[in-house]
T-cell receptor, first 113, second 109 residues
Framework: GAGVSQTPSNKVTEKGKYVELRCDPISGHTALYWYRQSLGQGPEFLIYFQGTGAADDSGLPNDRFFAVRPEGSVSTLKIQRTERGDSAVYLC???????????FGPGTRLTVL | KNEVEQSPQNLTAQEGEFITINCSYSVGISALHWLQQHPGGGIVSLFMLSSGKKKHGRLIATINIQEKHSSLHITASHPRDSAVYICAVETYNNNDMRFGAGTRLTVKP
């Protein structure tokens, strides 16, 4: 069956612009996670959704970052006024429930010029 | 000090060798994950453990909750095992996952 998909696979933008990154989880997975991985580092937690609600957004670095999951399926990570330090691979993962194996998407590579 | 420490950072082995990667953590956890990240960047979940030992093919993962330590073993290593192996823990009180820095494994033919 289909795994977790993320679009776009690559995004190049200019400093100060707004970007949206999309994650399509595996069908039926109630838990959805966003992570960010900077070059040469391990992934870093951003936000976790259980259903439609953000159960934990403690990893979002500042208020320029926001994520939604309005129907409990697809999620969008939104970054306002992008900065060069936002350049990273943004990874999405989903699991059936919180305590189950997470399945990762291929990531979106964001480059802020 | 990082909450999740992995060792070694880099590991080079000859094909066929038995490989061990270690992970120590300092927080209370509800589960520990071993992940594999290939050069293209894709991440695959290998194991999720909360106690004991799990085996999948040539991969074995163990965890000692009392000692806050886990190991990932690869038997009869192969060049296709070359990847970065990441240890991650789900903290007991929170919903987030804390990651180790990863161990870069290179298996030479």
């Amino acid at each position: 069956g289909a795994g977790v998909s993320q679009t776009p696979s690559n995004k190049v933008t200019e400093k100060g612009k707004y970007v949206e990154l999309r994650c399509d989880p595996i069908s039926g997975h109630t838990a959805l996670y966003w992570y960010r991985q900077s070059l040469g580092q391990g992934p870093e937690f951003l936000i976790y959704f259980q259903g439609t609600g953000a159960a934990d957004d403690s990893g979002l670095p500042n208020d320029r970052f926001f994520a939604v999951r309005p129907e409990g399926s697809v999620s969008t990570l939104k970054i306002q006024r992008t900065e060069r330090g936002d350049s990273a691979v943004y990874l999405c993962a989903s699991s059936i429930h919180r305590m189950n194996t997470q399945y990762f998407g291929p990531g979106t590579r964001l480059t802020v010029l | 000090k990082n909450e999740v420490e992995q060792s070694p950072q880099n590991l080079t082995a000859q094909e066929g060798e038995f490989i061990t990667i270690n992970c120590s953590y300092s927080v209370g956890i509800s589960a520990l994950h071993w992940l594999q990240q290939h050069p293209g960047g894709g991440i695959v979940s290998l194991f999720m453990l909360s106690s004991g030992k799990k085996k999948h093919g040539r991969l074995i993962a163990t965890i000692n909750i009392q000692e806050k330590h886990s190991s990932l073993h690869i038997t009869a290593s192969h060049p296709r095992d070359s990847a970065v192996y990441i240890c991650a823990v789900e903290t007991y009180n929170n919903n987030d996952m804390r990651f180790g820095a990863g161990t870069r494994l290179t298996v030479k033919p």
